[in-house]
């Protein structure tokens, strides 16, 4: 907005830069959206509708809500924090009803989500266990993706919180595909970069089953 000059009218300023959001008596507003921030710009006008410059709080970014089911719905829901920026919306807490639309979600997505969004999904899930939140219907798309690609962490766990007496089998069958991840790529003529130690440790999976 530096090329607005003071002196200026309505008409001239929107010739010059767009028709506004919302168009005011002494006020033109503009907003502009990038991803979920909303940036709201105020050019003031005085009593004869000239511009004499920007007034204190002219410009004002605020984070907008999420779309509910969406991960940073889900997150903001069950972690209840949004970091520090200002924010036009309150989700309220986490309910019964939150939780089983998100178990409806991670059912969806599983089987076609990226390795990315799958971890997501996992660790949001990880958290909802952890505060007491389980769903057996997810059990049969959680372990098909587990044992069909390297798992994180957060998967790891929800293996031993949703199958407590078939876990070490199933820890034995991710252990298998790490082991093929890294004779793959010994017979590639490429040097693993973790041995297979250290694959475990990251994984958070058990060294003797």
Not at 33 to 42: E, H, S
Not at 70 to 77: A, H, R
Not at 137 to 154: C, D, G, T, V
Request: hydrophobic share 35%; proline share 4%.
């Amino acid at each position: 907005m530096g090329f607005l000059e003071k002196g200026m009218n309505k008409k001239q300023i929107i010739e010059l830069i767009g028709q506004p959001a919302r168009d005011e008596e002494s006020c033109l507003i503009y907003e502009k959206m990038d991803g979920r921030y909303l940036t709201t710009t105020k050019i003031h006008f005085d009593d004869k509708g000239i511009f004499n410059g920007f007034k204190d709080g002219w410009s004002e970014t605020v984070l907008t809500a999420p779309k509910k089911g969406s991960l940073d719905w889900m997150k903001e829901k069950i972690y209840n924090k949004v970091g520090s920026s200002p924010r036009n919306y309150n989700l309220g807490p986490l309910t019964k009803e939150d939780a089983l639309l998100i178990f409806d979600i991670f059912i969806e997505k599983t089987p076609k989500a990226s390795d990315e969004e799958w971890n997501e999904l996992c660790e949001v899930i990880s958290t909802l266990a952890m505060k007491s939140y389980i769903d057996k219907r997810i059990a049969p798309s959680l372990e098909k993706r587990y044992i069909a690609q390297i798992a994180n962490e957060e998967a790891n766990f929800l293996i031993a919180v949703y199958f407590p007496k078939k876990k070490y089998e199933l820890f034995k069958e991710q252990l298998q595909i790490i082991y093929k991840e890294i004779n793959d790529l010994k017979n590639e003529g490429d040097r693993p970069s973790l041995n297979i130690n250290n694959r475990i440790k990251i994984y958070q999976l058990p060294k003797k089953l």
